[in-house]
Structure formats: structure tokens, C-alpha cells
């Protein structure tokens, strides 16, 4: 697994690469968390290059979302392949989570 | 009345109610579908018609259109033009006179006879003589001056002379003629802006005449020009109707005209007359209208919106004297009548204003009866015709006459038949009742020769129908009647024995007991009121020891000791003043007489009063007790023992020892006096009765009661036997019991018979219990049903109620991954039902074994039990058909309760939907299916309505909710004792109260996915550490690439290693000691197997609830995602504990 950080204009792109499971999920959360306590408050989280994800990986996401959620800040989710969208549509996680196709979708007005 | 006079009665009464009611509804609908009939045929003619004239107009508009856009045409247009603005040349200095002379005679004598001809008052020269001189040159030029007759005038191409127009004309004329004869137009003409028709094909006078200025400016001709000349389209056409037009001699013309364009400036307008014949032909086929259908009085016309008729009347062509006949009658006036008479036509002049044509011309389309035109009804059928510009009907009739000749010879026919069957009727039922009632008098026959005794008797009726059924049971009834009667004879002739028997025995008995009476040493002494014997026996002489002379006359009280005498007188006192006439003396008790040697000694007296003369007697009876006392025992017993010598007799001591038999008793049991005599009677003891039976009866006769019973025994020779014995005890004076007497009766032939009876009924009901048996015999019933499949497991029962019935279930393989099961319910009861049943069970199978689609087996079952189904039986159906590779059900419901599911985590699912209604009640209905997928470990119960509908003695209903109530509570782990479970629940329900209704629940529990033949296999030892996964995934991923496995299938199961080794890793352990996990990687023809071991603690993860995947971020738990993911990224998973082992199998479908 490999994450990316970039920040363009108001926001941070954060890209993750590989997979979300258990002995990956750890060293992103604590990234996601470091973002979130430097003031990274809009999140555009990018999954086009995840191959999978399992349970821990949703749990860091849902823990991050609900980080930011009194800070007033919002996470967006992009790029999300077969497998993962399944997964996603499988925990009922598209219903809570503003999903979109693409990066530059997830870009606009944010 | 008779029964044969019954049937008669009711057969014929329901067949000719049933013939007559078919044959006025056959009239009433066959005049209905004949007259439709007619009106069809109307319908299609006139459609035919109607599409022809529509084509004919549309054409021409065509052909007008593409005409006046030829080059030619134009060319024309300007060139005709031009030559006619040249004439003011040519005519320069020409002599009009001799134009006016030749022109003028034409008129005279070909054109005004002509149109007077056909016209109410004869026209004047003037009225339509050409005024100006142009006119009349060109007239002069191709009429009057052409040689060809009138009406072929247009054969003149060259009219010679050197003026333009003559060139023109000669050039034009030859290719305007030829298109006007090739598509049969009336005439065509060209005119210019100025209103010359400066061509004509023809050239009847309004040739070279002005349309705006001269005399036919009013025409419809004129009027149509008038428009073509106004428009600006090039496109344009106008055509107007019919009307009178005076150059074609009062003929009937219609016009259409279209303007000629040179681009885009207008220089003139094309016009074609319309020939009156064209349609006239197509709406009369030449006279031919037998021909096309419409016999002798139908015709097809039009009627234009001046309501006047556009085409002959085929009764003017046919008959034209009746026509005008029946104008005149119908007061039409008489200027028309001529007018038609004279012209012979109708076109232009017919008024039709009836009921149809009034319709149509608002635009309806209908078929109606009513008054035509000639006041004569008529079917008819109409509409209006879409052609532009025109407002006509059309109109297809024929006489109502001529319609109902037809249906009233069909009806007259129809009530012939029906008067013929209806007296046949009578004589058929007669012959039908008669076959019927012959085999059933016989039988009443034979049945009063029975009653009077007459039993060998065979009907000879024996047949298959119901009659010869009863036949065979009435041999049957009198072939058992007489082998009974046999039977009681010989029983009856057994029993007469056994009276002459006890009769005689009973005589020695009596002179038996008379000679003890004679032996007895009783005294008879009577006394008067004044105590003095009167009377002295010789037994009381023995007794006391008074001769009789010395005894008589003296006081009683002589042969009384001293102390009883005060006492005897106050005795016989108080009893002379009693009402009683007898009296026991100190009663049971012994009083004492006195000898007359002076000994005392006890007697027995009895005393009478007789009251002879008003003086009292007293009679005393007085037995010397001490003598009778020492016979008393024995002779107690002998008369016991006497009075039953009929029957076997045992006197037993109060021990139960034997004492005496009578020879009864050797010859039932088969012991002789000395074998029983000083033993025990249970030398007789069959052990067929307990202890406590004889305690009993040991208890009932030690208190001096009589015990009787039914007593099985063992004769000396083994044999068993039936008796009924009565055991009486003997008591003595003091009330002890002293001895038993045993009285014993043989009833072994009576119990025989009885248990003959027992039998006969026994098959009786049998047979009435066939339906339940054919029922049974077609249900699988043995379980485990197949012990050599591991995929599932499957159990059924079905609990028949007394009565009613029909219920089944079954199940099977249809090929090597499908098993077909199913459960249903027929409608009815007994043997049709359970025939019935066996028909749709075999319909089933067979078309499951070629389809395994529910719904196409059920559509398919039911059509063939719809087709013939007299009896209209039906069955409600619930067919399963689950893909064993898969878990998946595919099913059809039809009309029947619906099935439950309990998931392994214990969700409850109930498969609502109705696919249609029961199977056999309504043909060519399409089922539908669903499907469902059972996990392993997942379990359906199938059931019918006798377990919801089960009921208590109050009729409280087993309900569906307490049915699903019992199967979520239910915590058994296997499908038996789920159906068990059930089952007992209804019965424990139902309690004492009958069951109503059959009770059938089938079970069948998923336990594993088919797994076909492994091709590839593969396996790595993991240890309990979180790291493994990866190199769990590397090897998996090798594993799949090396064997074509998609990335998108092995991707989930990466997922899926995620989420099952991180929860044994983390939970399965409950030491820090290193564990191996096996994961075992198999690939099948269709599916990736994957099995993973390990050694820690039992835990079942599919066990888990399904997490709430609905809610909100904030009160989102994350538990259970990791199992819920495993469960729908996989087609299939199973959980399996072994000896401290979990074993979790993963399915994916690779296909």
C-alpha cells in the first residue's frame, strides 16, 4: 500500500494505492489522522489505483468521516474499481459516503 | 311412482329443457352471426369500393400535379398563348358572316338538340352563341369547320390555314390527345391568365371561350379556374363536384384544376374534366352485381353533399318502370321522375336523403336498417370517402328482404331439428331408463327371495359399472348370509342338544329332591282356637311319640316344655290378631319341642291360621332340626350343584380345593372326578389372565358375593378355551361360607363367531380406506432418503385424516446437480382424489425429467389436467427445484401455502409470492417462478394447509402465526426433528379434537455445495501470525494466475482471507502458543473451493447477525462487516466443527 498526498487549492488529495486490509490499514489511518489533526479538514480520497479493500479499510474511513464531522469538514471518495464498489455497495457504504466516479467529478465544487 | 318413470321423466325433462334452450339460443345466435354476416359482406364491398374511388381521385391529383410541372406543358401554355394574343391578326379583315353561317348551324343542329335533349325546356341559340369574334374563329377553325362528327372533334390535329395558332395546335394536339386517352379522362384544357381556354382536347363549345367574361363564367368549371388562378403554389389542385354542365350537353362534370408555373411566374391553369362513367362502372362493376355478392337487390352508390346520387341505381338499370313506380308512389315529384325517365339516369337527380347517408356525411361509419331512397328497407353499411374537396357517402345496401330470406330458412330449419329431437328424446331416455332400472329390479328381485330365505342366489349382473357392483356385493352379501345361516344351524342343533340334556337332568333332579321331601321327617300338626290337636302326621307321630289316637283332642301344650307355654299362647294370640296368614316360628332361630318321653329338641315351625266357621285353625310345620341338620350340608350343596347340572360344576372347600365335578366338567375340560378331586382348580390355568385377576375374584367371593367372568382356560389336552363362569359361594346357617360353587359354560364357538364378525368388519373398513392406501403408496418413506448424498438432507411426513384427503409430497434427482421437491394438496377426497394425485405426481415427473424450469413443469401439468378434468379436481402445488452446485431454488407456487426459510443465523424468510392459481382449474394459464438462494446450513419447510388450519375441540384455527412462532423458537439441529418439532406442535394443538384435514410438512435442509471433480488443487500451512495473509495472497494469486482464474474473483477472496484469518488470528487463540492454519485451494469444472482449518476454539461465524447496513454514519457499528462481506462476496459458505478443528469452506462460481 502506498498513499499520496497532494493539496490543491482548498482541498487534499489523498491516493491510495494497493490494497486496504489488515496489515495495511494501520499506517493509513494514522496518515488520514495526521491530515485531519494538521487541519485537512476537505478530503478528496482517491481509491482509482486500490485493488481491494476489506473491513479495516472501510473501518478507517468511517473513523476519519466521523472525525471530521465536528470540525465541519467533509470526505469525498473517488475512483472506486469492480471489486471495491462492490464491497462498498455490499456494507451500505455508498449510501453514507459522497462517492464519485471520478476525481475530476469529485473535484468540482469542492 | 317408479323409479323407471323417474329417470324418464327427469332425462327427458333436462334433455328437452337442455335442447330447447341450445337450439333458441343457436337461432337467436344464428341470426345475430348471419346477419353479421350480411353486414360484413356489406362492410367489405363497400370498402373495396370505397378504396377504389379514393384511389381513382387520388391519382388523378397525382397526375394533374406531375402534368402541369412537365416542360412540355409549360411550353404549351406559352405558346398556346401566344397564339392566341396573335388571332387579333389573323382575324383581321376575315368575313364574319360566313363564320357566323357554318358556326351557327353547328349550334342549330348538332349542340342545341343535343343539350335539349337532356334538358326540362328546350335552350335558345342566343343563350350560348359565341359573342366574340375570336371565339367564334377558333370554333369555326376545330368545329364547325372540322369534318369529324360531334363527340370526335378532337381527331382534327391540322385545321390547315397559315395563322400561329393552326402550327401550335398541330404540334401540341397529337401528345395532349394521347395522355388524355391513355388515363381516360373526359378533357383536358389550358387557359389563360385571362380566362381563354385556349385548349381543348375536345372542344366542345366552351372552347376558345372566356371563363371570366363569357357565358360559362358561372360553371363549376369557371369556379374552379377562378382558384387555380388565385393561388400562389404551384403546388396547388382544387377539384370540384358533379353539377349540370351545359357545353357537354347538361352531362354530369366535375373539374380539377392545378396552375401552370414557368418557375416562378404563373402563366396559366391546367384542367382535367372528370369523366362521369369512371365511377359510374366502379360503383355499378358494369351491371355485374350478383357477381360481387350483392344478389339480387344490393348495390353500392355515392351520395355527394347536395344528397343527390353520383353514380345509376341498379334499379333504374334493371327495372326501370317498377323504379319510377315506386318513385312516384313515394311522392317524389314528377318534374324529377321525368327527368329520370327522359335522361335515364339518376345521377344528379336521385335524392337520397335517408337515415345513412345523413350519418355518413356528418362523418360517422356504421351499419344500420333503415328506409333507402325507394322507401324500401335495406341493410346498409356506409361511411364517408376521404377525397379532397369532395363531401361524399358511400353507401353499400341490400333489400332486408332478400338478407332475412336466409335467416328465416336457417331458423325454419333449426326448429324442425329441435321438434325432432325433442320427440326423439323421450324414446331414448325411455330405453336408457329401462337398461338402467332392469338390473336394479332384479336385484329387489332376488333381494325378497332373500329376505324369504332363499340365499344361493346369483344375480348373474356381475359388470363394471356401479349397478354391477352392487350386483357383486348382493352375491357376495347373500354367498356370506348363507354360509352364516349354515353356521348358526349347526350351532342351533348343538344347543337343542344341550336343552334335552338339561331337561332330563332337571326331571331326576326333581324326583330327587321329591324323595327327600318324602324322606323328611317333618311333623304336620294342627290345632283349633282352643289349643287342641285336631290333626297329628304320622312324621309328627315318629317325631314326638304319640300314636295319633292319643294325641288328638289334647292341648298342644302337651308336646311343649313348661317354660315355652305362656309364651306359645301369647304368641298365637298376638299372630290370630295379626293380618299375616303364616308365620316362621322364632324365625332361622331353633325353638324346642318336648317327646313324649319328655326329651326336648330343637325344631324348625312354621305356623298358618286358616278361619274356618269364625273359629281359627293354626297349622304347624315342625322339622326335628336335629335330624335335618346332619343332611342340611350335604343336601345344601346337592341341590346347588343339581340345578346347574347342565353346564360343567366344581364345589370346591372354602381353600379352593375340589371337592365334587359333575360330569359336565369332564367333558368341557377333559379332567375326569378322581384327576380334580382334593386338588387345586388351577390345573386349568391358561396364564392368559394376571394376578391381579383372580385376587379379584378371590375378593368378591370371600365376602359372599356371586363373581362372574369370562375366563380363559387350558383343557387337559393343551387346547384353550372360552367360559363364562359364576362362582357362588355356599353359606351356612351362621352365614359362613362353607364351600364354592363353580358353575363353568363353554363359549368358545360364540366368542368364534364373534370374532368372525370382528374381522368381517375390519375389512370392510379397509376397503373404504383404499384411497388412503393408494395415497401412502405412492410417498417416498424411507429416510434418510439418500444416506450418499452430504449436500443435503431431506424429511417429509404426512399424517392422513380419516376422511379427507389428497395431500402428497415428492421428491427426486432430474439430473446429477438438480433435485426436484414438492408438496401438494388435492381438492376432495377418497379413491378420485388419490387417483387424481397419482395422475399429477406422474405428470411431474415425467416432464421433469426433459425440463427443469417449476414453472414450465407446472404450466405444462396443468394444461394437461385442465384439458380433461370432468370432475373438476384441482391441487395446490408448491414445486422446488434447487441447483445443488449452488444452493439455489428456483420455484413456483400454485395456490398453495407458502414455504418458510430459516437461515443459519436465524433469519426467517416466508416466499410469499403466487405464481399463479391452482393446478387444474383453468387451461392455458403461464406460470411464473422465483428464486432463492439457500446457504449452507439454510433450511425450507414446505407444508400444507392441514398444519395451519389445524384444529382444537373449540375450533381455534393452528394459525399461521403460531406456525411461524414454532419454527423461529424451534432450536433442534437437524431437518427431522425440525418437521418433528413441527409436527408435534400442531398435534399437541389439536389434542383430542379429530383431524380434519391431511397434515404434510417436508423439510429440506442445504448442507453442502456439489462439488464436481477437483482439477487443480493446492495448499499452504499458515502460522497464527496477521503477516501470513499477504503470503497467504501471493500464493493464492499464483495459484489462480498459473489456472486462469479471472483477477476479479481472486480479488474477493483476498478480501476474504482478510477478514477469516484476521478473526482466527486475533479470536481463535487463547494461549500465545504458534498455531498452524490450513488453507486448501481447490478448483472444480465451475467453482474455486477454498477450506481453511485451523485449531482454535468452535466458532461458527455464519452464526452472526446481519449487521445494519442502512444506517447513518453516526450510528454506524463497524462489527459483523467483515462475516456480513464474506457472505455476499462468496456464492456459497459452510461452517463445520471436527474434534477440535473448525473447518471454513468458501464457494465461488468461476463460470
Not at chain 1, 13 to 19: E, I, N
Not at chain 2, 107 to 117: A, D, H
Not at chain 2, 501 to 510: F, G, S
Not at chain 2, 1030 to 1038: A, Q, W
Request: charged fraction near 25%; include cysteine.
Amino acid at each position: 500500500m502506498e498513499i499520496k498526498i497532494t493539496t490543491e487549492g482548498n482541498f487534499t488529495v489523498v491516493s491510495v494505492d494497493g490494497s486496504l486490509d489488515t496489515n495495511t490499514s494501520k499506517a493509513a489511518h494514522d496518515q488520514l489522522n495526521k491530515l485531519v489533526d494538521d487541519g485537512k479538514t476537505k478530503l478528496l480520497v482517491d481509491l482509482t489505483n486500490l485493488d481491494y479493500i476489506a473491513s479495516s479499510g472501510l473501518r478507517i474511513l468511517l473513523a476519519t468521516s466521523k472525525k471530521l464531522k465536528p470540525l465541519k469538514g467533509e470526505m469525498r471518495i473517488c475512483g472506486l474499481n469492480e471489486t471495491v464498489n462492490e464491497v462498498f455497495e455490499i456494507s451500505g457504504f455508498t449510501m453514507i459516503f459522497n462517492v464519485f466516479k471520478t476525481a475530476e467529478e469529485a473535484k468540482e465544487g469542492f | 311412482m317408479k323409479l323407471s318413470t323417474k329417470i324418464l321423466l327427469i332425462l327427458s325433462g333436462v334433455s328437452i329443457l337442455s335442447v330447447a334452450v341450445i337450439g333458441l339460443v343457436g337461432i337467436s345466435f344464428g341470426k345475430k352471426t348471419m346477419e353479421d354476416e350480411m353486414f360484413n359482406k356489406l362492410t367489405a364491398i363497400r370498402e373495396l369500393k370505397a378504396n377504389r374511388i379514393e384511389a381513382y381521385f387520388e391519382q388523378i391529383r397525382n397526375q394533374l400535379l406531375s402534368f402541369s410541372e412537365d416542360y412540355m406543358v409549360v411550353d404549351a401554355m406559352n405558346s398556346f398563348h401566344a397564339a392566341f394574343e396573335k388571332l387579333d391578326d389573323d382575324i383581321l379583315g376575315l368575313n364574319e358572316e360566313l363564320i357566323d353561317k357554318s358556326l351557327g348551324e353547328y349550334y342549330q343542329t348538332e349542340f342545341l338538340p343535343r343539350i335539349n335533349k337532356n334538358s326540362e325546356e328546350a335552350h335558345l341559340l342566343e343563350e350560348f352563341y359565341p359573342t366574340d369574334f375570336h371565339t367564334k374563329f377558333l370554333q369555326y377553325h376545330y368545329i364547325s369547320k372540322n369534318l369529324n362528327k360531334t363527340g370526335e372533334k378532337q381527331l382534327l390535329t391540322d385545321a390547315g390555314g397559315d395563322f400561329a395558332y393552326s402550327g401550335v395546335h398541330s404540334h401540341y394536339h397529337p401528345i395532349f390527345k394521347s395522355y388524355l386517352e391513355k388515363f381516360g379522362f373526359y378533357d383536358i384544357f389550358m387557359i389563360d391568365l385571362q380566362g381563354h381556354v385556349v385548349y381543348s382536347v375536345y372542344k366542345e363549345v366552351d372552347f376558345a371561350t372566356s371563363l371570366i367574361e363569357d357565358v360559362y363564367n358561372e360553371t363549376n368549371f369557371a369556379r374552379v379556374y377562378k382558384e387555380a388562378l388565385n393561388t400562389d403554389s404551384p403546388e396547388f389542385i382544387k377539384m370540384v363536384d358533379f353539377e349540370t354542365y351545359p357545353p357537354s350537353y347538361n352531362g354530369q362534370a366535375s373539374f380539377v384544376a392545378s396552375p401552370i408555373f414557368e418557375g416562378d411566374r404563373k402563366i396559366g391553369v391546367l384542367v382535367f374534366q372528370l369523366p362521369i362513367d369512371r365511377i359510374n362502372n366502379i360503383m355499378t362493376d358494369n351491371s355485374q352485381w350478383e357477381k360481387v355478392g350483392l344478389g339480387k337487390s344490393g348495390e353500392t352508390y355515392i351520395v355527394g353533399a347536395d344528397l343527390l346520387l353520383r353514380n345509376q341505381s341498379r334499379f333504374l338499370i334493371e327495372d326501370k318502370e317498377n323504379y319510377l313506380g315506386i318513385l312516384n308512389d313515394i311522392g317524389t315529384p314528377d318534374d324529377v321522375i321525368s327527368k329520370i325517365d327522359n335522361l335515364n339516369t339518376s345521377i344528379g337527380l336521385q335524392k337520397v336523403e335517408t337515415q345513412g347517408v345523413i350519418a355518413a356525411l356528418k362523418g360517422d361509419t356504421g351499419i344500420s336498417i333503415f328506409p333507402d331512397y325507394r322507401g324500401i328497407h335495406v341493410l346498409s353499411s356506409y361511411r364517408p370517402l376521404t377525397i379532397k374537396d369532395m363531401d361524399w357517402a358511400i353507401m353499400s345496401e341490400l333489400d332486408k328482404k332478400e338478407a332475412y330470406s336466409a335467416i328465416t330458412g336457417f331458423v325454419k330449419n333449426m326448429i324442425i331439428w329441435l321438434l325432432l329431437l325433442i320427440a326423439l328424446i323421450p324414446v331414448v331416455a325411455y330405453y336408457f331408463a329401462r337398461g338402467l332400472v332392469k338390473p336394479l329390479e332384479k336385484l329387489t328381485d332376488i333381494s325378497k327371495q332373500m329376505a324369504a330365505g332363499k340365499l344361493d342366489i346369483e344375480s348373474g349382473l356381475c359388470r363394471n359399472d356401479e349397478i354391477g357392483v352392487l350386483a357383486c356385493s348382493f352375491d357376495t352379501m347373500s354367498a356370506s348370509l348363507k354360509q352364516m345361516m349354515d353356521k348358526l344351524e349347526v350351532a342351533n342343533s348343538t344347543l337343542e342338544e344341550k336343552v334335552i340334556l338339561r331337561t332330563k337332568e332337571v326331571e331326576i333332579a326333581h324326583y330327587k329332591t321329591q324323595s327327600i321331601i318324602d324322606n323328611a321327617n317333618d311333623a304336620i300338626i294342627t290345632i283349633d282356637e282352643k289349643q287342641n290337636i285336631v290333626l297329628f302326621n304320622p312324621a309328627a307321630s315318629e317325631i314326638f311319640g304319640y300314636e295319633n289316637e292319643e294325641i288328638i283332642g289334647k292341648s298342644l301344650l302337651e308336646l311343649l316344655p313348661e317354660e315355652y307355654r305362656d309364651n306359645h299362647i301369647n304368641n298365637i294370640n298376638a299372630f290370630k290378631q295379626s293380618p299375616e296368614s303364616s308365620k316362621q316360628m322364632s324365625q332361622r332361630s331353633e325353638v324346642k319341642g318336648k317327646r313324649k318321653n319328655g326329651e326336648l329338641f330343637y325344631a324348625e315351625i312354621s305356623i298358618s291360621k286358616q278361619k274356618i266357621e269364625n273359629q281359627y285353625q293354626f297349622t304347624a310345620f315342625l322339622k326335628d332340626v336335629s335330624v335335618r341338620k346332619k343332611a342340611e350340608k350335604r343336601l345344601k350343596s346337592q341341590s346347588a350343584a343339581l340345578k346347574s347340572a347342565a353346564n360343567g360344576i366344581v364345589i370346591t372347600n372354602i381353600n379352593g380345593i375340589v371337592e365334587w365335578v359333575n360330569p359336565a366338567f369332564t367333558k368341557l375340560t377333559g379332567y375326569s372326578w378322581r384327576e380334580v378331586v382334593g386338588k387345586n382348580p388351577r390345573v386349568l390355568n391358561s396364564g392368559k389372565h394376571d394376578k391381579a385377576f383372580f385376587e379379584n375374584m378371590w375378593k368378591t367371593i370371600l365376602k359372599g358375593e356371586v363373581w362372574h367372568d369370562e375366563v380363559i382356560n387350558k383343557k387337559k389336552n393343551g387346547e384353550l378355551y372360552y367360559e363364562e363362569m359364576t362362582i357362588t359361594p355356599i353359606l351356612n346357617d351362621k352365614q359362613e361360607i362353607v364351600q364354592f360353587v363353580a358353575i363353568k359354560q363353554d363359549v368358545t364357538v360364540r366368542k368364534e363367531l364373534e370374532k368372525k364378525i370382528e374381522e368381517a368388519n375390519l375389512r370392510m373398513e379397509d376397503e373404504l380406506n383404499v384411497g388412503r392406501d393408494i395415497q401412502m403408496s405412492m410417498l417416498p418413506l424411507i429416510f434418510p432418503a439418500f444416506p450418499d448424498h452430504s449436500e443435503f438432507n431431506i424429511f417429509a411426513l404426512l399424517e392422513s385424516a380419516r376422511e379427507v384427503g389428497g395431500d402428497f409430497y415428492d421428491f427426486y434427482f432430474i439430473d446429477e446437480n438438480k433435485f426436484l421437491f414438492t408438496v401438494a394438496d388435492v381438492a376432495g377426497k377418497g379413491v378420485p382424489s388419490a387417483l387424481f394425485m397419482a395422475v399429477c405426481k406422474t405428470l411431474i415427473k415425467s416432464r421433469a425429467s426433459e425440463d427443469s424450469s417449476p414453472s414450465s413443469i407446472i404450466t405444462h401439468v396443468n394444461d394437461e389436467l385442465s384439458r380433461d378434468n370432468p370432475s373438476s379436481m384441482f391441487v395446490t402445488l408448491f414445486l422446488c427445484i434447487i441447483d445443488l452446485s449452488t444452493g439455489k431454488i428456483s420455484y413456483t407456487n400454485a395456490g398453495h401455502n407458502p414455504p418458510h426459510i430459516k437461515r443459519v443465523n436465524g433469519d426467517f424468510e416466508t416466499l410469499n409470492t403466487l405464481h399463479g392459481p391452482v393446478v387444474g382449474a383453468m387451461e392455458d394459464f403461464a406460470y411464473g417462478e422465483d428464486s432463492v438462494i439457500l446457504n449452507v446450513n439454510d433450511y425450507i419447510i414446505l407444508f400444507t394447509d392441514g398444519v395451519n388450519e389445524g384444529m382444537d375441540k373449540d375450533k381455534n384455527l393452528y394459525s399461521d402465526a403460531r406456525l411461524v412462532e414454532t419454527l423461529k423458537s424451534d432450536n433442534s439441529d437437524n431437518i427431522k426433528d425440525h418437521v418433528n418439532t413441527l409436527f408435534n406442535s400442531v398435534m399437541e394443538f389439536q389434542g383430542d379434537a379429530e383431524q380434519a384435514d391431511d397434515i404434510t410438512i417436508l423439510g429440506f435442509e442445504y448442507l453442502e455445495p456439489l462439488i464436481n471433480k477437483i482439477l487443480f488443487t493446492t495448499s499452504i500451512i499458515l502460522k497464527n501470525q496477521l503477516e501470513e495473509i499477504d503470503r497467504l495472497n501471493e500464493h493464492f494469486e499464483e495459484f489462480c494466475e498459473t489456472n486462469q482464474v479471472p483477477p476479479k474473483i481472486f480479488m474477493k477472496f483476498n478480501i476474504v482471507f482478510d477478514e477469516l484469518i484476521n478473526n482466527i488470528v486475533s479470536y481463535a487463540y487463547k494461549d500465545d502458543e504458534e498455531h498452524n492454519i490450513e488453507v486448501i485451494i481447490n478448483i472444480t469444472e465451475d467453482h474455486l473451493v477454498v477450506s481453511i482449518e485451523d485449531d482454535g476454539i468452535a466458532f461458527n461465524p455464519f452464526n452472526l447477525a446481519t449487521p445494519d447496513t442502512s444506517a447513518s454514519i453516526e450510528d454506524r457499528d463497524i462489527g459483523g462487516l467483515g462475516v456480513h462481506l464474506v457472505r455476499n462476496l462468496m456464492d456459497n459458505f459452510s461452517y463445520k466443527r471436527f474434534v477440535k478443528k473448525n473447518m471454513t469452506t468458501l464457494y465461488k462460481n468461476i463460470k
